[in-house]
């Protein structure tokens, strides 16, 4: 009794905290870097990949509130979103196209950014994009899920969740070479509040890089067994 009774006060002392304080706060994030060198990387030089921001289709963001689009937690008043490279709410769609473009050129594929977003529904504008950018291959896509939530009952359950959806099209032909939607996630639980920090950590270290080594080993596995790939450029894009 007297464990839940303390447990109960922290959860809500984190809420009511959030009320009194304005609600909103944006946490610095550390991103410890997914991968290595690929083993293929030698086949993939003179490959540019353009990497595109992707739509943020999170059904929790409401489109018409930019705040809305850099929040990846809600906690009763809080809304915390992330601080990247001194840059504070950056906006989610931002982030992980930033985060794409350094773990392709990590990997050893050279890559930049292009300034639309693109999804698979529009298959035209993703090769026009392309042609515009000079690169035959533009990959677009959209944030399905990025979020941490914390259920309350006899134990505190926190939970980090990824799912991205990522289409490559190949821009002289319109063909979709790659589509896949890709979900990593974890969950704890504990007697006790579970920090937002923590929780910003397990999301960024586990979840998304989890998310993101798929996506880039899968992508340039494709780019260097195809010999039609072998002079590749790239799109992820940026509005």
């Known amino acids: 009794m007297r464990v839940d009774r303390l447990r109960s006060l922290v959860v809500v002392g984190l809420l009511t905290g959030g009320a009194l304080s304005g609600c909103s706060r944006s946490l610095e994030m550390t991103y410890n870097p ?47 979103g992330l601080t990247y490279k001194g840059r504070e709410f950056v906006p989610v769609a931002d982030l992980i196209q930033t ?15 292009i300034a639309k977003i693109l999804t698979k529904d529009k298959i035209p504008d993703m090769r026009a994009a ?16 990025f979020e941490i939530t914390n259920d309350t009952g006899w134990t505190i359950v926190s939970r980090r969740s990824v799912t991205l959806e990522v289409t490559l099209v190949r821009v002289q032909s319109g063909d ?4 896949n939607v890709i979900s990593m996630g974890d969950r704890d639980e504990s007697a006790w509040a579970i920090t937002h920090a923590s929780s910003v950590d397990r999301l960024m270290n586990n979840a998304f890089r989890q998310v993101v080594t798929q996506v880039v080993e899968q992508v340039a596995a494709k780019l260097a067994l195809d010999p039609r790939d ?9 509005r």
């Open 34 to 80: 997914a991968l290595y060198r690929l083993p293929q990387a030698d086949k993939l030089k003179g490959i540019v990949l353009g990497i595109a921001k992707p739509e943020d289709r999170r059904a929790s963001v409401n489109q018409a509130d930019a705040d809305n689009l850099t929040y990846v937690m809600r906690q009763g008043s809080w809304r915390i």
């Open 99 to 113: 985060l794409f473009i350094e773990e392709f050129t990590r990997a050893g594929v050279e890559s930049k950014s």
């Open 130 to 145: 392309g042609e515009q950018a000079g690169v035959p291959y533009v990959l677009g896509g959209r944030v399905l899920v």
């Open 176 to 179: 979709v070479a790659f589509d």
């Open 230 to 238: 072998i002079n590749v450029r790239f799109a992820f894009v940026t």
